[in-house]
Nanobody
Framework: QLELVESGGGSVQAGGTLTLSCAPS????????MGWFRQSPGKERELVAG???????RVAESVKDRFTVSPGSTENTLILQMTNLKPEDSAIYIC????????????????WGQGTQVNVSS
């Protein structure tokens, strides 16, 4: 069973920086497609950034000048560095992974983490 372990959420003031990390537990086979999504109350889950197993990357337009997604030093680890955070970035950030038939929408991912809360105060 593929489980995802997330870390790095928290509370910061506007303009601050946070780095989120996601790594699979109980999986050591093929390279995964991985992504960070976020969800706020009353809003749909949206892609923040992701990297597919073929190397394709996507970062949401709303954050592309402030957030960077990269592989971690360990296989299948995904790092999301968030800079110049804004109050509207406040959400639960959720890591997702998929083994095959990858894409960048929530429907393309079959494995989800528990989520980590990010709060940005003005």
């Amino acid at each position: 069973q593929l489980e995802l372990v997330e870390s790095g959420g928290g509370s910061v003031q506007a303009g601050g920086t946070l780095t989120l990390s996601c790594a699979p537990s109980g999986y050591s086979y093929n390279k995964l497609c991985m992504g960070w999504f976020r969800q706020s109350p009353g809003k749909e889950r949206e892609l923040v950034a992701g990297i597919l197993s073929d190397g394709r990357r996507r970062v949401a337009e709303s954050v592309k000048d402030r957030f960077t997604v990269s592989p971690g030093s360990t296989e299948n680890t995904l790092i999301l560095q968030m800079t110049n955070l804004k109050p509207e970035d406040s959400a639960i950030y959720i890591c997702a992974a998929e083994v095959t038939r990858c894409g960048f929408t929530p429907a393309d991912f079959g494995h989800w983490g528990q989520g980590t809360q990010v709060n940005v105060s003005s």
